[in-house]
T-cell receptor
Framework: GAGVSQSPSNKVTEKGKDVELRCDPI?????LYWYRQSLGQGLEFLIY????????KSGLPSDRFSAERTGGSVSTLTIQRTQQEDSAVYLC?????????????FGEGSRLTVL | RKEVEQDPGPFNVPEGATVAFNCTYS??????FFWYRQDCRKEPKLLMS???SGNEDGRFTAQLNRASQYISLLIRDSKLSDSATYLC?????????????FGQGTTLQVKP
């Protein structure tokens, strides 16, 4: 498909387990973002990748969260030792324009439930 | 203070009504502004960019007031299909031009 692809679409895990969420952006898009959205809330910025520049990690809520982007394409968001407050929809978006000042195209999200 | 703040919702309006949403932002160095729309349980999608001179797209008009750090979205002749959450998005600043911050959203419900 031509859109942003995220997997898994749903993940249920037990408290304390690690989870990995994957994002495959639109081909050729240099900017990639991760956000999370809790029920009834807005989008919370997590991290932003732009080309080969160092990522902006200023939104990561704790050191249990990390993300990487390999080869300027696929990105993985890892949450270690999950807590119940980590339950949310994790949204990935990509953008073509440098600096991300252009249209963001979102994936359908990965819904994480921590029991 | 949140970086981007929006009117609390929900807004319940009849079809044909005109409705306005407001948004304020805290970083005076912000460079780019957008409105996104999010339908229930769906991902956000770009509605329109917001330019300094103000811009219009059909029934939708966006305004920017840099002095007051204020953005607005006006929807005229509301349709049932306009029911959604509208997200104000602010990008840029002196050191983070690519970082896009979303407001918490304002929910619009258009009723017959």
């Amino acid at each position: 498909g031509a859109g942003v692809s995220q997997s898994p679409s749903n993940k249920v895990t037990e408290k304390g387990k690690d989870v990995e969420l994957r994002c495959d952006p639109i081909s050729g898009h240099t900017a990639l973002y991760w956000y999370r959205q809790s029920l009834g809330q807005g989008l919370e910025f997590l991290i932003y990748f732009q080309g080969n520049s160092a990522p902006d990690k200023s939104g990561l809520p704790s050191d249990r969260f990390s993300a990487e982007r390999t080869g300027g394409s696929v990105s993985t968001l890892t949450i270690q030792r999950t807590q119940q407050e980590d339950s949310a929809v994790y949204l990935c978006a990509s953008s073509r324009l440098a600096g991300g000042v252009g249209e963001l195209f979102f994936g359908e999200g990965s819904r994480l439930t921590v029991l | 203070r949140k970086e981007v703040e929006q009117d609390p919702g929900p807004f319940n309006v009849p079809e044909g009504a005109t409705v306005a949403f407001n948004c304020t932002y805290s970083n005076s160095a912000s460079q780019s502004f957008f409105w996104y729309r999010q339908d229930c349980r769906k991902e956000p999608k770009l509605l329109m960019s917001v330019y300094s001179s103000g811009n219009e797209d059909g029934r939708f008009t966006a305004q920017l007031n840099r002095a007051s750090q204020y953005i607005s979205l006006l929807i005229r002749d509301s349709k049932l299909s306009d029911s959604a959450t509208y997200l104000c998005v602010v990008a840029g600043g002196s050191s983070n031009t690519g970082k896009l911050i979303f407001g918490q959203g304002t929910t619009l419900q258009v009723k017959p």
